[in-house]
């Protein structure tokens, strides 16, 4: 069983930036790709970016690209989510998630392990 847990989130206004951490404990993984998915109120759960956590690489969503990063530290079993250049419509509950696979996967019924959400909300 793996245990996700989120940090970092909060308010910040517009074109601020936050950074949020994911840190897994239960077993040791070093083969799964970790993901971050958002949810708004009245939305469907979107990605958001994933790194596979052995080869380090990574994806994202068209809407945050070149704006958001994602890394990891495998000594640590922690995922990152490096937020810059916030917008309002990044208002969101953030999960990350443990994928079933090595490889980076988008979609929500790819991966086994949530985490239970912060909350991160920009203000204009």
């Known amino acids: 069983q793996v245990r996700l847990v989120e940090s970092g989130g909060g308010l910040v206004q517009a074109g601020g930036s936050l950074r949020l951490s994911c840190t897994a404990s239960?077993?040791?993984?070093?083969?799964?790709?970790m993901g971050w998915f958002r949810q708004a109120p009245g939305k469907e759960r979107e990605f958001v970016a994933a790194i596979s956590w052995s080869l380090g690489s990574t994806y994202y969503a068209d809407s945050v690209k070149g704006r958001f990063t994602i890394s990891r530290d495998n000594a640590k079993n922690t995922v990152y989510l490096q937020m810059n250049s916030l917008k309002p419509e990044d208002t969101a509950v953030y999960y990350c998630?443990?994928?079933?696979?090595?490889?980076?996967?988008?979609?929500?019924?790819?991966?086994?392990?949530w985490g239970q959400g912060t909350q991160v909300t920009v203000s204009s």
């Open positions: 239960g077993r040791i993984f070093s083969t799964y790709a």
């Open positions: 998630a443990e994928a079933k696979a090595i490889a980076v996967v988008t979609i929500p019924q790819a991966y086994n392990y």
